[in-house]
């Protein structure tokens, strides 16, 4: 790259056209191949258009060199879904022996522009395999991991990320992959209840409770004991207390017993739901809530399953009513939804 001052040393260009740059003079770019009658050509910058057209020539060539590496950068930071540059990259940076620790504070420099681009994230689950392979300290403890200085480094970025956005749907998917990589179930527990206790509202963090409390195994793998099942309970309803129409609480709790122990929605969590309903501090918030009445439909449901024809009777009945006081009163917008519903439990009683 060549930079041009103005008399007083001030910039008037950071660069030339790569066309008039001594570097890039034994190469010759490839331009893009639109085919011949193009029906919808994308408008590129001039500049994009030639970077790109050069890029495509070091790639054919496979070169192998600095110069190459940087324009990957150049790339990346002009269009961060450039998938392609990405991965050459990446092969640069092995076939180089470049440093990743400074590749990944690049990364970090450029993730402010591009903090919802999926291939920055993907190269930088990459980088971190490459940094620290998760086989290195399989025996570690937990406490012991999370002081190693690649996974604390990454745990703190992606943190801040969350802590400027924390809905960010990249940032928790990297954050999973870090946390089953190298297996800091205990730590990222205590993490996301900090996030949960920040806002209640986030749905992210309540998904990523789910994500550690079964350690992202399979419904089939995952045993959720009495004892685990009733502090989970206890501590959604402690939630729900707090914002009584904040939907979280109740999809986490009633998604959870549904999918690892149904019988705990009807034994432990209705009684516990049902205390909160009579509770005059609580009642009217948390009855005036579709998801309250939502949840009656669902462990109701529930419970009918593990009941024969001639016993279910009663439970299909309060099921119908709370699709009726969803349909009518809680959740009208949604009314032929809750009007299904009931037609689908009048269908299974019979």
Same mark, same amino acid.
């Given at each position: ?76 930071? *002009? ?27 690049? +990364? ?49 970025? +992606? ?54 409390? @079964? ?69 009217? *918030?948390?009855?005036? @809530? ?13 419970? *009918? ?16 009513? *709370? ?23 009048? @269908?299974?009683?019979?």
């Amino acid at each position: 790259m060549v930079r041009i001052v103005d008399d007083d040393g001030n910039d008037e260009c950071s660069s030339l056209p790569m066309s008039q740059q001594e570097e890039w003079s034994d190469v010759v770019p490839i331009p893009q191949d639109d085919g011949k009658n193009p029906v919808c050509p994308i408008l590129y910058t001039d500049e994009y258009r030639e970077m790109t057209d050069y890029f495509r020539a070091v790639m054919a060539a496979g070169e192998v060199s600095q110069r190459a590496f940087e324009l990957t950068g150049r790339v990346i930071d *002009a269009n961060a879904a450039h998938y392609t540059a990405w991965v050459y990259r990446k092969k640069l940076i092995l076939d180089l022996g470049l440093d990743i620790s400074e590749e990944l504070s690049w +990364v970090s420099e450029i993730s402010g522009r591009h903090i919802k681009n999926y291939q920055l994230w993907h190269h930088r689950g990459a980088l971190l395999a490459l940094l620290l392979d998760p086989k290195d300290v399989e025996h570690e403890s937990q406490d012991q991991k999370v002081q190693n200085p690649a996974i604390r480094n990454e745990l703190q970025f +992606v943190g801040e990320v969350i802590d400027n956005d924390s809905k960010n749907f990249h940032a928790w998917s990297h954050r999973q992959l870090v946390v089953r990589s190298y297996g800091i179930w205990d730590q990222e527990m205590a993490y996301v209840e900090t996030q949960i206790n920040q806002d209640v509202r986030n749905n992210s963090a309540w998904n990523q409770r789910y994500f550690v409390l @079964t350690a992202n195994q399979s419904a089939d793998e995952f045993v959720l004991s009495e004892e685990v099942a009733d502090r989970e309970i206890g501590y959604a309803v402690e939630k729900i207390k707090l914002a009584p129409n904040n939907e979280s609480p109740w999809s986490y709790v009633i998604g959870l017993l549904t999918r690892h122990a149904p019988a705990m929605l009807y034994e432990r969590l209705l009684p516990s739901i049902s205390e909160l309903a009579a509770d005059k501090d609580y009642a009217l *918030a948390v009855t005036s @809530t579709p998801f309250y009445w939502s949840a009656l439909v669902d462990i109701y449901e529930e419970q *009918a399953k593990a009941l024969s024809v001639d016993e279910r009777g009663d439970v299909d009945a309060f099921a119908r009513e *709370a699709c009726d006081s969803l349909a009518e009163k809680y959740d009208p917008i949604r009314a032929k939804y809750w009007k299904y519903r009931k037609q689908a439990l009048q @269908t299974t009683a019979n």
